[in-house]
Structure formats: structure tokens, C-alpha cells
């Protein structure tokens, strides 16, 4: 019995002890690579079957979680990682920026600046590589690695660098600002009696010009001048009836016969002329 609970001790504490190892590597491995083991199992609960190591480097695998944005399958470098380029300029930082005053002077035709080893011609190259019977792309490129020719300097060309114009030191630059609105002008409403002038002379000038326009006599209208303007009325096709009903006449006739009956209808549209209203009914429009 004592036998049985000293190997039951003991194998208690080798499980405690291999499981709280199994816990500090698993914690470190998350601590390393955190992003790729949650992906990999919010993949797992979206997906059905194995999801490899492989499948969450590839974008077009990877699905996006709810609530969250898409994974591009890229792992970080650690906690440990700094990001960026080491700066290795060594300017002396705030206080020698706020102690010194570096200017940059202008390049002249005579500088070091200029003197600068030009660049291949690569025009040349090609033209001499094509006279010694170069063919290939592969051809060309090996003769310009084997074979140098620079271009020729502005010196030798017979052309001057050209230099910038002096500028006075005491030159500022930018666009010059708009003179401030005095306040008093503001208060007193001077630009609105400044418009107001304005518009009023604007209509005395165009009153006085209408004052020497010349005026044309207006001509009168008079019922003859009507009658002359106006056009007969084109003799309107009668309504369609029923065969059987065109020989029928009218059940009631106040005038006398149809010659009557013409001559009224002549005088009435004769007359509407120079009546106002659109049946022509109405009072004359001229004395």
C-alpha cells in the first residue's frame, strides 16, 4: 500500500512538471509567433478539414474574421525587432542647429562641382560595337563592360554652365500681403454708401441717356388699318354626320334663308377685328 502511494507521488509530480514545461514552451511559442497561431485557429473554426503552416502565407486562403480586417499572411519580426534605417549623420542635433547658421554657396563654372567625371556614351558604344560586327543584345553588353567612352564635357562642347542670377541677401520672397481694411471704415458703413453712390449715378446716367434718345412718332391704329392687316379665315370643312342624317335640317333657323345667314357670318368676322376677346365679341379696341 505504501508502495503504491510513493509511485503515485511521484508520478503526479513528473506529470506537474512536464505539463508546466509543455505550458512555458507553448507560451513562448505564442509570445513568438502570436498572430500566426491565432489566424491559424480562427481558420481552423471557418474552415473545415486541416489547415497547414502553408496555407497562412498565401492571402487568397486566408478568410477574414467577423469584426476584423483581412490578414496579408505576413509574420512579425518579434518584440525585439526595430523597424527603420540607422541614421549615422552626426550634425551635432538641437543645439548645434540652434548655435550655427549653415549656408549653401552657389556653384560657380570653376567648382570642384563641375569638374565631376562624366557619364557613359552609350551612343558611341553601341555605334562602335555595330561597325566591329556585334549583333546580339548579349554581344552589345559584353563589349560597353569591356570597352569605356565618356560623353564629352559642356567645356569642350563650347557651351557655358549656366549660373544662377545674384540675388540681393536682403530679398524676401513670396507674394506680398493685401493691406489691412481700416476698422472705422467697416463701422461707419462707408462701403456700403460707396455702392449706393455708385448705383445712383449708374441711373442718372442712364436716365439722361434716355432723355436724348430721339423719340419716333407713334403711329395709330385705326379699324381700316386692322381690316388690312387682318387674313380670312379659311373656310372650315363641315362635320362628318351619318348618311342618314345629312338631309335632316336644322330644327330651329333664325334667319330668313342661307344667303342671310352668309351675310351676317361676313360682318361678324369683319367686325371681330377690332373687338377684343378670342370669339371677337368683345369691346373695340380703337375709338
Given at each position: 500500500m505504501g508502495f503504491l502511494?510513493?509511485?503515485s507521488l511521484v508520478w503526479c509530480t513528473l506529470f506537474v512538471n512536464v505539463w508546466r514545461l509543455v505550458s512555458i514552451t507553448t507560451e513562448d511559442t505564442n509570445r513568438k509567433y502570436r498572430g500566426v497561431t491565432v489566424l491559424k485557429l480562427e481558420m481552423q473554426a471557418s474552415r473545415v478539414g486541416v489547415v497547414r503552416d502553408s496555407m497562412l502565407a498565401n492571402p487568397l486562403l486566408i478568410k477574414p474574421a467577423l469584426g476584423k480586417t483581412k490578414s496579408k499572411g505576413l509574420t512579425c519580426l518579434g518584440p525585439d525587432f526595430v523597424y527603420g534605417t540607422v541614421a549615422t549623420i552626426q550634425d551635432g542635433g538641437v543645439s548645434e542647429a540652434l548655435s550655427n547658421w549653415h549656408t549653401h554657396s552657389l556653384p560657380t563654372s570653376g567648382s570642384r562641382g563641375h569638374s565631376r567625371r562624366p557619364g557613359k556614351d552609350f551612343v558611341a558604344l553601341n555605334r562602335k560595337g555595330v561597325k566591329s560586327g556585334l549583333v546580339t543584345a548579349k554581344e552589345h553588353y559584353q563589349y560597353r563592360a569591356t570597352h569605356d567612352r565618356r560623353q564629352a564635357s559642356l567645356a569642350r562642347r563650347g557651351s557655358r554652365v549656366p549660373v544662377p542670377p545674384r540675388i540681393p541677401p536682403d530679398t524676401t520672397f513670396g507674394i506680398s500681403t493685401q493691406p489691412s481694411t481700416p476698422i472705422c471704415e467697416l463701422l461707419e458703413h462707408k462701403y456700403a454708401q460707396r455702392w449706393l453712390?455708385?448705383?445712383?449715378?449708374k441711373e442718372r446716367a442712364l436716365e439722361e441717356r434716355q432723355l436724348n434718345l430721339p423719340k419716333l412718332g407713334r403711329i395709330q391704329e385705326t379699324r381700316t388699318t386692322l381690316l388690312r392687316k387682318s387674313r380670312?379665315?379659311?373656310?372650315?370643312?363641315?362635320l362628318w354626320k351619318l348618311p342618314r342624317f345629312q338631309q335632316v335640317g336644322p330644327a330651329l333657323d333664325t334667319f330668313r334663308d342661307p344667303y342671310a345667314r352668309k351675310k351676317a357670318f361676313n360682318a361678324h368676322f369683319s367686325d371681330s377685328v377690332a373687338r377684343t376677346g378670342q370669339l371677337g365679341q368683345g369691346t373695340y379696341t380703337v375709338g
Open positions: 502511494f510513493v509511485f453712390e455708385e448705383q445712383q449715378a380670312p379665315m379659311p373656310e372650315s370643312t363641315p
